[in-house]
T-cell receptor, first 112, second 112 residues
């Protein structure tokens, strides 16, 4: 069964450093998303991406964040200058239409 | 902002018992999704609901999209130990957005 994959599974970084989180969505999906989940809290929407551009973003997705689909398979989230409060699980999701979204296993980011 | 309130926050039940949890909001949603999340993993889609009043089953799981479009419930019949996890509802509003609002989660523990 096709699934969303994410790399790395864990990332530790120093505050102020740039990180890139990678996702490979399900191959025939057209909509891509990033969510985050701070430890013990609910899942929060960051951004949606369709047709090579951002469809919508939340107030969390500020200028420190960017997304890119550099080729036909990868979808990346870049955090330009990480802050302590960026520590969280980051989930990529994809969908055929904008409705049913399938999540990847997540990347656990720890900012020291 | 929009919020989805889930209840109960947590449940301890005996194996074999039925479980019911619900999700409510003051906003109208046009799609409801129910996810299960196990520790350290991404949310796994259980059931998707697209129409008000819709009742959908997936094995021992049954979910309904409320007539008012402001609520949804999930039932699990004859619970088993592997049902342990956190159950999240997620709703998409009628404003044509792609982002899903996640509920606060119901943590389920099943005692063998």
């Amino acid at each position: 069964e096709p699934e969303v994959t994410q790399t790395p599974s864990h990332q530790v970084t120093q505050m102020g450093q740039e990180v890139i989180l990678r996702c490979v969505p399900i191959s025939n999906h057209l909509y891509f998303y990033w969510y985050r989940q701070i430890l013990g809290q609910k899942v929060e929407f960051l951004v949606s991406f369709y047709n090579n551009e951002i469809s919508e973003k939340s107030e969390i997705f500020d200028d420190q964040f960017s997304v890119e689909r550099p080729d036909g398979s990868n979808f990346t989230l870049k955090i330009r200058s990480t802050k302590l409060e960026d520590s969280a699980m980051y989930f990529c999701a994809s969908s055929v239409s904008e409705e049913t979204q399938y999540f990847g296993p997540g990347t656990r980011l720890l900012v020291l | 902002g929009q919020q989805l309130n889930q209840s109960p926050q947590s449940m301890f039940i005996q194996e074999g018992e039925d479980v019911s949890m619900n999700c409510t909001s003051s906003s109208i949603f046009n799609t409801w999704l129910w996810y299960k999340q196990e520790p350290g993993e991404g949310p796994v889609l259980l059931i998707a609901l697209y129409k008000a009043g819709e009742l959908t089953s997936n094995g021992r799981l049954t979910a309904q999209f409320g007539i008012t479009r402001k609520d949804s419930f999930l039932n699990i019949s004859a619970s088993i130990p592997s049902d342990v996890g956190i159950y999240f509802c997620a709703g998409c509003t009628t404003s044509g957005t792609y982002k899903y609002i996640f509920g606060t989660g119901t943590r389920l523990k099943v005692l063998a």
